[in-house]
């Protein structure tokens, strides 16, 4: 047996006979190993097991297994998404005043750029290669663009600002509107690669 299965059994060792007790002393003598060491081992497997856990919980979307983020990992997320909008409002406002958009619109481009540039930092690692992640997150953000802007013209204009409720539900919106857009356009392509493989097999076949 290697070190690591000895240590394994010594952490079992109420499971034992009398006579495989003294085999086991007897052996973790001879290899100098203590009760510290099997107190370690046990620390390294019960954190392995933690591990493979979230590894196993991990959520499989579209296709994708998208696992749990790292605190640094949130970290750079959140730099580049804070790093990305505030250059585009530099942008936005170096601009002349008779450049920019109406206030209506300019309400609802705020909300949606958060969630668009949210949804681009935070997946791009899963799917930024993807063309159909991109012509999605265009798709949705312009649907949530136009239905924020006909929301706005409903309640008047700064009204979402001022109800923390409605921000939060502006910007969930953007979020759903993505997840519909890819999901439908995952299902697409993949009825017509089934449809195009079932073709090809019977000209195959034929």
């Not at 909300?111 to 899963?126: D, E, I, N, Q, R």
């Amino acid at each position: 047996m290697s070190n690591d299965e000895l240590l394994h059994l010594a952490h079992a060792r109420s499971t034992l006979t009398d006579e495989a007790k003294i085999v086991l002393d007897a052996e973790m003598r001879s290899r100098n190993l203590s009760i510290d060491d099997i107190k370690n081992h046990a620390r390294f497997v019960k954190k392995s097991e933690w591990r493979e856990t979230r590894r196993r919980r991990s959520l499989k979307l579209f296709g994708t297994r998208i696992t749990e983020k790292s605190g640094s990992e949130i970290l750079v997320a959140f730099f580049w998404i804070a790093a990305t909008i505030s250059v585009i409002l530099l942008a936005y406002f170096a601009l002349p005043a008779h450049y920019r958009l109406p206030a209506d619109w300019q309400e609802a481009a705020g909300y949606t750029m958060f969630s668009t540039v949210f949804l681009a930092a935070w997946f791009f690692s899963y799917w930024g290669r993807r063309l159909g992640f991109w012509i999605s997150l265009l798709i949705s953000s312009t649907a949530h663009a136009l239905i924020l802007h006909a929301w706005i013209v409903h309640v008047g204009t700064d009204m979402i600002w001022r109800r923390r409720a409605d921000a939060k539900g502006a910007v969930f919106l953007g979020l759903i509107l993505f997840f519909i857009v890819y999901g439908c356009g995952t299902l697409l392509r993949r009825k017509l690669y089934r449809e195009r493989s079932g073709a090809e097999s019977v000209n195959a076949v034929s």
